[in-house]
């Protein structure tokens, strides 16, 4: 069997690919021998693909097509892809890019890989992150630098930078990325790709915890798809998504409409003290002149918002008490205070709520600027970001990611325009709780109307 002269499989997504190994005009060993000829090719530079598994990848691509069957119902059927590395994979290390952990394999799949495995994926490796998940760039001193496709003085994102980059350069059509602090959109956003946050809770978190650790689900955080079409990005969520436990299921509603016209759009131009460069607000403002063009509602009233400065206080606090557990020093929080936070988040889910009574998505910048030159001092306090003749503070960054995070709400970023340089940038699409198949439907509009690039 060969594959087709028409057939470019560097750039069919993972849907195109899974029909091309159903109808038989490739098979599912060629999809993965054409995904590890270009991570060969393209990775010597990127260092994206950290964790490479190729012959495991193909002894598994070999038993799809011993097994395959006509109209065979595996909807990612020979996708040859990667995950982010901090996702276990039986017999492969989840570093989190701590050193002490290179040499210490996972027993078993996270439930995320098991799914897609069933579903007829074939995990050829995994991506690269930054120590511990923790920066929005993706440097650790277990596999070294990954660097933006665009630019390679400059960060890809993270921290599923590894995972944008391979997206990027056509090395993979469908990735696995994580986000609590924005993990999965600012690499979205930096590296031109389409990535969605899923509301909290709706995917199974098992097999994605600090090294060792098998228990309580993070709070925050959560794990999606990233791909180079948005087709892929809901595909792949319904196969994700759903308890990790019999006795109920997930039942999203719908989307909410099916033309771009019929939409409420309240734009988020900018949060308290973090303003977005001029190159950001140009793309922001073409993009609403767009909508409108198209009949959409646009608005940038505020009415009914959280106080965005209280709600990004208690969001870092709550982030810092996660992101710390078990850090040598760290101060733990009291179980009242923690419990009072948790009150307060509930109180600002309810006010986002009652706001989507009204309002379809919510679109806002994903970060301050387009990808920035990779930062070498390793104290976040000290960093500071360029933002037109300003400059910000690294962390105030996190003011983006929090708008949709700290509620739990879901979020997809899309591609919308690039800068003077080339450089990729995103806006990203907020819904309501469980509104995941609005914001990826509103995504997919954009996409069939070219207003994603």
């Not at 591609?415 to 198949?437: E, N, T, W």
Request: charged fraction near 20%.
């Amino acid at each position: 069997m060969g594959a087709s002269a028409k057939t470019d499989l560097a750039k069919l997504g993972a849907l195109d690919t899974a029909r091309a190994v159903r109808s038989g005009e490739i098979s599912a060993l060629e999809a993965c021998d054409a995904t590890i000829a270009r991570i060969e090719a393209l990775d010597k530079t990127i260092n994206a693909v950290v964790v490479r598994d190729f012959e495991r990848a193909r002894a598994a691509a070999k038993r799809i097509d011993q097994t395959r069957k006509l109209d065979d119902p595996r909807r990612l059927l020979g996708v040859a892809m990667t995950v982010k590395e901090s996702n276990d994979v039986e017999g492969l290390p989840s570093t989190w890019g701590f050193e002490s952990f290179a040499h210490v394999d996972a027993p078993r799949d996270a439930v995320v890989v098991r799914r897609l495995k069933e579903q007829g994926a074939v995990i050829v490796g995994k991506t690269n992150v930054p120590v511990a998940l923790a920066d929005w760039q993706s440097e650790n001193p277990v596999y070294g630098r990954t660097l933006n496709p665009f630019d390679n003085t400059r960060s890809p994102g993270g921290s599923s930078g590894g995972a944008a980059a391979a997206l990027a350069t056509g090395m993979v059509p469908l990735e696995i990325g994580s986000d609590i602090g924005g993990s999965i959109r600012m690499p979205s956003h930096m590296c031109g790709v389409f990535g969605h946050k899923p509301t909290y809770g709706i995917v199974p978190l098992r097999g994605h915890g600090f090294p060792g650790t098998d228990g309580l689900d993070v709070p925050l955080a959560v794990v999606g798809p990233m791909a180079r079409k948005v087709e892929d990005l809901i595909e792949t969520l319904g196969i994700i998504a759903g308890p990790d436990a019999p006795g109920y299921k997930l039942d999203l509603p719908p989307p909410r409409h099916d033309r771009i016209g019929d939409f409420r759009v309240r734009i988020i131009r900018q949060m308290p003290g973090v303003p977005v460069d001029s190159e950001t607000a140009a793309a922001l403002d073409a993009f609403t002149v767009k909508l409108d063009s198209l009949g959409a509602a646009v608005s940038d009233s505020s009415q009914g918002y959280p106080d965005f400065v209280r709600m990004m206080e208690a969001y870092i606090r709550m982030l810092n008490t996660v992101i710390t557990r078990g850090t040598p020093g760290a101060q733990p929080t009291d179980a009242h205070d923690w419990m009072n936070l948790q009150d307060e988040q509930l109180a600002v889910t309810r006010q986002w709520s009652d706001i989507f009574n009204d309002v379809d998505i919510i679109v806002s910048p994903i970060f301050s600027t387009p990808a920035f030159v990779y930062q070498t001092e390793a104290d976040w306090s000290k960093r500071q970001l360029p933002v037109d003749n300003a400059l910000l503070p690294y962390g105030s960054q996190l003011s983006w990611a929090g708008i949709a995070t700290y509620a739990g709400l879901p979020a997809t970023a899309v591609p919308v325009a690039k800068s003077r340089a080339g450089l990729p940038i995103g806006l990203q699409l907020i819904g309501a709780p469980y509104g995941d198949l609005t914001t990826l439907r509103f995504a997919q509009l954009l996409e069939r109307e070219g207003l994603t690039v």
